[in-house]
């Protein structure tokens, strides 16, 4: 609050009219209460308002109101300090008597005290329930000469300029300045209106010499005046600017006031006026504005015929659609997007799980939380690109799709520069301006199929488009501006991560979609499939046996997803629906009998165990795109000369395997039985059926190593058991991946045992839990646990003694 003179006001004389008296002016030694103050220096004969609130201060108060109604006021060195303790507190402060007290409503005093002198605080005598201090008046020296008389000069011309150029400090101030006749008073008076900081203050105060006192007022307020007049040549340029732009809009309207009565306005004119007042009505940040108007400025000043014309116009009016600022608003309703989520897609529960804790996290921290980058990976027909639009539904955003599939140029995603023939903006910033808000769900289709060529790396451009600490200023070349996609939800498809860069998969986050099991698939086919394709064909009701479905399952679709089983219930729709049109009955049912009828034989086999325990032949696991498979290994034992064969159409991994599987069979042969067999003497065949199908990888491993020790000792392989794990030359059975699909693989062909890898136990939780109750799992850590569960205890002597001879 600003400081006054005393005797300025009228409250003051009020109280000297009311029996108000001075205490004399000189003092010894002597105690005083004391209050610290925050922000603010009170300086000697001035009058100043004072709010007192902290408890301590209150009762100083109280204690000087109860005596001569003295006390000090000091300043703290630090105004966060909520209870300060001497240290905290200047040694310098000001004797000041209370004129006036007002208890507030909130429990705070307000007072009116009168500085009187400068005292020095020799000691604090007590810090509670107040603080009292022994403090002794400072003795100023003031002399009376040339010197002084030329700084009082110079001080007051310099406090005229800066009363003349400040709005907040009243001219009263520099009256009363002029009529200071004591050079201290001067420096005081003038001081407690400049806005300066406690610090400053605090050091005039401490300053006894009144020449030293006018010199250091003297540099505040030159330091003043600079900012002022800076200040006011600032006010001046945007009063100018103004007084410009209002000056440029009455003629304008004049100008189009004239141009209407005489009937004369030209297109040419009348587009540019149309385009200026788009870009004065739009939400447009400063850069594009900028931007915009520099364009506009120079489409008015190019003839009509001008083939820059074109180019230019196509450009404001992509400047002009995009959203630069428009936000949808997000639904933050959790059960609602469970809902909803629920009622469009059966199962995936990782997926969702996700969405919805992004909801509640942004519902929690909006401000704070940047949006993911989702990569949803999974087989075709398991609901990727389906799930993305149904989580715009579930946020309440715009929903835009783009497919980046085949995508080889660079340009593609950036744009091109304007200098080319039919520039247009890259995909990103096109699909912005369909989405119409700066928030939508962006799906990124098939991101695994991106291609590379001359023309440059689309997938280089994505890394900052899927960058959430650069997109908030993507440059598309064809716009030359930074278009904010930090509010944009980021989802991108794949089938596989394999062909994604890794910097570019870094910055994602996988979710995998898996396969669907038969009971998911029935479901889904229930649930969505059915409803829709009879809605679509316009039949009243058609139902589905449970034997019809799984039939068309296992022998008509061969797939992780439901694409195909939904274009076969489409088939069989169809017919059904040429039947009604046609007059003729249709039926009401479709059961697994009339599949034959409407779809014709099945296409696919259903894989089955064998009957019977066999010598040489193993059950193993493989993983597709469409799931998981078992994968029958054959071993025959040949007279010969120490070959080995692989047929089958192997991989490299695949048959290193299998030579990894000889070399510990042999390393282990006098244990497993066989040390007096001659291998110089032996053929031995490996081969995998259906060989017009490529294999490979390493899971094989322990299937070709039972296999084949099966062979070699005669025991044979237990016909209901599965296996799968990488083997090491030392019989270590390493972890593999694709668990689900192959346990449903397991469980499809009607196997009761699974063994596999130890370390993948882990793994074990992706697996559904009624598919654990069905197969029982069995882990293993090296081959000398696979051969006991999977080979039979007896040998045929009969099948080893072709070969021993």
């Known amino acids: 609050m600003a400081n006054q003179l005393f005797g300025e006001t009228d409250e003051f004389n009020n109280w000297l009219a009311e029996g108000f008296s001075l205490p004399s002016e000189e003092y010894d030694i002597d105690e005083f209460p004391v209050v610290p103050l925050r922000d603010t220096v009170v300086y000697p004969q001035m009058v100043a308002p004072l709010l007192v609130g902290r408890e301590r201060s209150i009762m100083a108060v109280e204690a000087a109101m109860a005596g001569d109604q003295r006390l000090i006021v000091v300043a703290q060195r630090s105004d966060e300090e909520q209870d300060p303790m001497a240290d905290d507190l200047y040694n310098v402060g000001t004797e000041v008597v209370i004129g006036r007290r007002l208890r507030m409503p909130d429990g705070t005093v307000s007072i009116w005290v009168q500085g009187q002198r400068r005292v020095r605080i020799l000691k604090f005598t007590q810090m509670q329930p107040y603080i009292a201090a022994e403090a002794a008046p400072v003795i100023e020296t003031c002399q009376a000469d040339l010197t002084t008389e030329a700084l009082m000069r110079a001080v007051l011309a310099l406090f005229e300029k800066v009363v003349q150029l400040s709005r907040s400090i009243p001219e009263d101030a520099y009256l009363a300045a002029m009529n200071a006749e004591e050079p201290g008073l001067l420096a005081d008076l003038v001081a407690s209106v400049l806005s300066v900081s406690v610090d400053e203050r605090q050091e005039l105060l401490e300053i006894e010499d009144c020449n030293r006192r006018l010199q250091q007022v003297s540099v505040m307020l030159a330091s003043e005046l600079d900012v002022l007049e800076l200040e006011n040549r ?229 890394l900052e488009v899927l960058d959430p600490e650069q997109n908030h200023a993507f440059s598309d070349h064809y716009l030359e501006v930074d278009f904010d996609l930090s509010k944009v939800m980021f989802i991108t498809t794949a089938n596989l991560l394999d062909p994604i860069p890794p910097a570019l998969l870094d910055r994602m986050e996988v979710i995998e979609f898996p396969g669907y099991m038969e009971d998911e698939k029935l479901q889904i086919a229930r649930r969505f499939l059915i409803p829709r394709q009879i809605e679509q064909n316009g039949l009243d009701s058609l139902r589905f046996s449970e034997g019809a479905l799984l039939t068309l399952i296992r022998e008509y679709t061969n797939e992780a997803g439901v694409r195909n089983l939904d274009r076969e219930i489409a088939n069989i729709c169809r017919k059904v629906a040429r039947r009604v049109a046609e007059g003729k009955p249709a039926p009401k049912q479709i059961g697994k009998g009339s599949l034959h009828k409407y779809l014709g034989p099945p296409r696919f086999s259903v894989d089955e165990m064998e009957k019977t325990d066999q010598v040489g032949l193993a059950t193993g696991l493989a993983w597709t795109e469409a799931g998981g498979e078992t994968l029958s290994v054959e071993v025959s034992i040949l007279p010969g000369k120490g070959q080995l064969t692989l047929t089958g159409q192997l991989g490299d991994i695949m048959q290193e395997s299998a030579q990894a599987a000889l070399s510990y069979a042999r390393s282990r042969a006098e244990e497993l039985g066989f040390g007096d067999l001659d291998f110089d003497k032996i053929d031995i065949h490996i ?53 689900r699909e192959k346990a449903l693989a397991v469980h499809r062909a009607g196997l009761k045992t699974m063994l596999l890898p130890r370390r993948n136990r882990r793994d074990l939780s992706e697996v559904p839990l009624r598919l654990r109750r069905r197969v029982k799992f069995v882990f293993v850590d090296s081959m000398d646990q696979v051969l006991p569960i999977a080979l039979s205890p007896e040998s045929d002597e009969s099948a080893v003694a072709r070969f021993m001879q």
């Open 234 to 462: 600032i006010q001046s340029q945007i009063q100018e600017e103004i007084d410009h732009n209002q000056r440029e809009y009455f003629l304008r309207e004049q100008m189009r006031a004239i141009q209407n009565e005489l009937g004369e306005s030209d297109p040419h004119t009348q587009e540019i006026n149309e385009l200026r007042a788009q870009i004065e009505e739009a939400d447009l940040p400063d850069a594009v504005r900028e931007q915009a108007e520099k364009e506009l400025a120079r489409l008015a000043s190019i003839p009509p015929a001008a083939p820059e014309m074109g180019v230019i116009r196509t450009y404001l009016d992509w400047l002009l659609a995009l959203p630069w600022n428009k936000l949808s608003e997000d639904n933050l309703d959790i059960a609602r997007a469970e809902r909803i989520l629920e009622e469009t897609h059966y199962g995936l529960p990782k997926a969702k799980e996700r969405i919805l804790e992004h909801i509640a996290v942004y519902r929690l921290a909006p401000t704070k939380m940047k949006n993911p980058i989702l990569c949803f990976v999974g087989p075709p027909g398991t609901g990727k690109t389906s799930l993305g639009r149904s989580i715009a539904e579930a946020l309440g955003r715009e929903f835009v799709r783009v497919s980046l599939g085949g995508v080889r140029d660079e340009a593609e995603i950036r744009g091109h520069r304007r200098t080319y023939v039919g520039a247009m903006p890259g995909r990103i910033i096109q699909t912005m301006r369909r989405a119409g808000t700066r928030n939508p769900v962006f799906m990124l289709d098939e991101i695994d199929k991106l291609g590379l060529d001359f023309r440059g790396d689309p997938a280089a451009a994505l």
């Open 687 to 739: 081969h995998v059926p259906e060989g017009a199908v490529p294999k490979d990888g390493p899971s094989a491993g322990i299937t070709i190593a039972t296999a084949l020790i099966s062979a070699l000792t005669g025991r044979a392989v237990h016909h209901d058991v599965a296996m799968t794990g990488e083997i090491t030359l030392r019989g270590r059975v390493l972890p593999i991946g694709g668990l």
